[in-house]
């Protein structure tokens, strides 16, 4: 079945550095991927989407960039800031199953920003 | 920002009690979800509904769920016996369709059985 690992658990930064967090996902399909991110206290909130049309996304300051060879697709952002620190998970849509739309989610990167 | 509406917040169950919680859509999405999301962040999709049908749902929702979206009414999810590994942040989202849609969520209802 489909599956989506992210290996990084936690990812401790302090402002101004560069966050990368990698994904790497296994289907049978042609996946629409995202990047979800979830605050304390709240649900899943869409950071961006990326297809295998158009290998990149970018949102927020936030870019996604996809690569169909490593089956990878990850998140970065240049200059992080303290109200960056969540939780970042990445998905993908499934399309098996008879369409139904259901998410797939890694495991999550929690992201603690420090001043 | 998402306008997906769930209640209660928390609930607290004993074993083997009935759990039951609610989820208002975005107006105009047909589409809704609940995913289960337990203590170590790992998300599980339970069913989802267009319209007032099933679209999906795993093993466990069948046995152990009673779900449904009436028409104007809110969608529920309810587990009839509670058992201590439920214990877990139910989330429900929305969409426009199962396609290339956004699926926005709602905060979630928190579920602790004693």
């Known amino acids: 079945g489909d599956s989506v690992i992210q290996m990084q658990g936690q990812v401790t930064l302090s402002e101004n550095d560069f966050l990368f967090i990698n994904c790497t996902y296994s289907?049978?399909?042609?996946?629409?991927l995202f990047w979800y991110v979830q605050y304390s206290g709240e649900g899943p909130q869409l950071l961006l989407q990326v297809t295998t049309a158009n290998n990149k996304g970018s949102s927020r300051g936030f870019e996604a960039t996809y690569d169909k060879g490593t089956t990878s697709f990850h998140l970065q952002k240049t200059s992080v800031q303290e109200i960056d620190s969540a939780v970042y998970y990445c998905?993908?849509?499934?399309?098996?199953?008879?369409?139904?739309?259901?998410?797939?989610f890694g495991e999550g990167t929690q992201v603690t920003v420090i001043s | 920002n998402s306008k997906v509406i769930q209640t209660p917040r928390y609930l607290v169950k004993g074993q083997g009690q009935k759990a039951k919680m609610r989820c208002i859509p975005e107006?105009?999405?047909?589409?809704v979800f609940w995913y289960q999301q337990n203590k170590n962040n790992e998300f599980k999709f339970l069913i989802n509904?267009?319209?007032?049908?099933?679209?999906?749902q795993i093993d466990m929702t069948e046995k152990r769920f009673s779900a449904e979206c009436p028409s104007n009414s809110p969608c529920s999810l309810e587990i009839q016996s509670s058992e201590a590994g439920d214990s877990a942040l139910y989330l429900c989202?929305?969409?426009?369709?199962?396609?290339?849609?956004?699926?926005?969520f709602g905060p979630g209802t928190r579920l602790t059985v004693l």
């Open positions: 998905a993908m849509r499934d399309w098996t199953g008879g369409l139904s739309g259901k998410l797939t």
């Open positions: 289907t049978t399909g042609y996946p629409t």
């Open positions: 989202a929305s969409s426009l369709g199962t396609g290339d849609y956004e699926q926005y």
């Open positions: 509904f267009q319209n007032q049908e099933v679209l999906q």
């Open positions: 107006k105009g999405h047909p589409v």
